[in-house]
């Protein structure tokens, strides 16, 4: 029988183009003729082809040869079986950290986090029994962002299920019928959050789109829109917005034009160091001020990255701005919008894996710093630019869903305390994950 197992076992001969190959790769006799035999012999069937193998007067070329072949078979299955383990472990090590009830079937609940151990009741209450209104996000900004999940993210504290605020791209028009449009906003197929979109022109006529917007735009279906990286920076969505103009009209000096042309800064800023950032806010901005600026630092070599969010609050209104960053490591992030297979968030379905991964690491190790600021505005808008703003469209989703017995929820929440104005910093935190390089004394470090 160990002789029946190895001639069913053994593949198949190859055929057509791909013989040569074959031969190269997994070691296939070279030459027709004993091709020719190989086939024959694997033919042959019944108790006369067994007797034949176990005969002692067998050639012991061929059996050399057999004895090859199945040599060659082990090496590829083995293979193939490492490549198997290899997918595997890297799922694993991007899953980790994440609690049970995230990436498994089951209904483990995650542990209260940090801050919020005086909730009680927050696990097993929709609402927690003190009373404490959890906070909400109240707008967001996006510019260049790719699409974050199908079907589109809503907004379950808004009636019409819209997210206040603007979501932004830039185009140019080529000919009659074809486009060029920032690259991100283009990079996948997944729908955008449900809120008003606009797509800002260089001249002439903007499309401004009310919500619930155009959740597949902008998309190649029909072959007529090409990306294009030169339209994804400050440089050009600063002065599109400052002039923009809607239907023959100046829109400028019009919500939501106005607040989404000042949070330009912002979404770019995050990029720089805190130094900077104080320098422009304050001579560009200055009724506000930073109030936060943490860190997520993982990784050595080409594997470095560093995941800012920064906190900026409006003295006048005690309104605060939450950003987030986009890609500013393309040795390793690149991975963060390539792993783009559907899971669940928040209790969302059909949510781009990669972003959420990345917002739920960023959440992990940055809230229990940012929480305590967070309780402290009177309102919170979302600000991000590319990436960041993809996971300003998921956050803002899962914040204002409200599904307190949700672990990933549970791990991005905070509660609404009194509006204070808080103090500027001059320095920003950061959380080294373990192995961790340092690089500079405070990010961003020489990449």
């Known amino acids: 029988w160990p002789l029946r197992a190895r001639r069913a076992l053994q593949p198949a001969p190859p055929t057509g183009a791909k013989q040569a190959m074959a031969r190269v790769d997994i070691g296939y006799p070279s030459s027709s003729d004993e091709d020719t035999e190989w086939r024959g012999e694997r033919q042959s069937t019944g108790a006369g082809a067994d007797a034949s193998l176990l005969s002692s007067d067998e050639d012991p070329q061929?059996?050399?040869?057999?004895?090859?072949?199945?040599?060659a078979y082990l090496r590829w299955l083995s293979g193939a079986l490492l490549l198997a383990v290899l997918v595997g472990v890297d799922t694993a090590v991007r899953l980790r950290d994440r609690p049970a009830a995230v990436h498994a079937s089951g209904t483990q609940a995650a542990p209260v986090p940090e801050g919020l151990e005086s909730l009680e009741g927050l696990q097993g209450d929709p609402m927690p029994s003190l009373n404490l209104a959890p906070g909400i996000v109240a707008a967001v900004y996006t510019y260049g962002a790719p699409g974050t999940a199908d079907p589109p993210l809503v907004n379950f504290a808004a009636k019409d299920g819209c997210f206040s605020g603007l979501r932004s791209?830039?185009?140019d028009v080529l000919t009659g019928v074809t486009h060029q449009v920032d690259a991100a906003a283009i990079s996948?197929?997944?729908?955008?959050?449900?809120?008003?979109?606009v797509v800002l022109h260089a001249s002439g006529d903007s499309i401004y789109t009310p919500c619930p917007g155009n959740d597949n735009a902008p998309n190649d279906a029909d072959g007529t829109v090409f990306a294009e990286w030169r339209l994804h920076w400050e440089n050009d969505y600063q002065p599109r917005l400052r002039k923009v103009q809607v239907a023959g009209k100046d829109e400028s000096d019009q919500e939501p034009f106005v607040t989404a042309s000042k949070f330009v800064l912002f979404a770019y800023k995050s990029y720089d160091s805190t130094k900077h950032t104080i320098e422009q806010v304050g001579m560009r901005l200055p009724g506000w001020t930073l109030v936060a600026r943490e860190t997520r630092i993982e990784g050595t070599g080409t594997l470095y990255d560093e995941d800012p969010v920064m906190l900026l609050q409006e003295a006048d209104t005690l309104n605060c701005a939450l950003v987030f960053t986009g890609t500013n490591n393309l040795g390793n992030e690149i991975a963060t919008s390539t792993t783009s297979f559907m899971a669940g968030y928040c209790g969302f379905e059909g949510v781009h894996d990669g972003?959420?991964?990345?917002?739920?690491?960023?959440?992990?190790?940055?809230?229990?710093?940012?929480?305590p600021k967070l309780s402290k505005c009177n309102q919170v808008a979302c600000?991000?630019?590319s990436l960041g703003g993809s996971l300003c469209d998921i956050f803002a989703a899962c914040a204002n869903s409200k599904r307190m017995e949700d672990p990933d929820y549970q791990q991005q929440m905070w509660v609404r305390g009194k509006p204070e104005l808080m103090p500027r910093i001059e320095k920003g935190g950061m959380v080294y994950l373990p192995g961790a390089e340092v690089r500079c004394e405070e990010p961003p470090c020489p990449k």
């Open 169 to 171: 791209y830039n185009e």
């Open 188 to 197: 996948n197929a997944y729908k955008h959050a449900k809120m008003s979109s």
């Open 383 to 385: 600000v991000g630019h």
């Open 355 to 371: 972003y959420r991964n990345e917002l739920w690491h960023i959440t992990k190790e940055l809230w229990p710093r940012l929480r």
């Open 62 to 71: 061929r059996s050399e040869e057999r004895s090859s072949m199945w040599g």
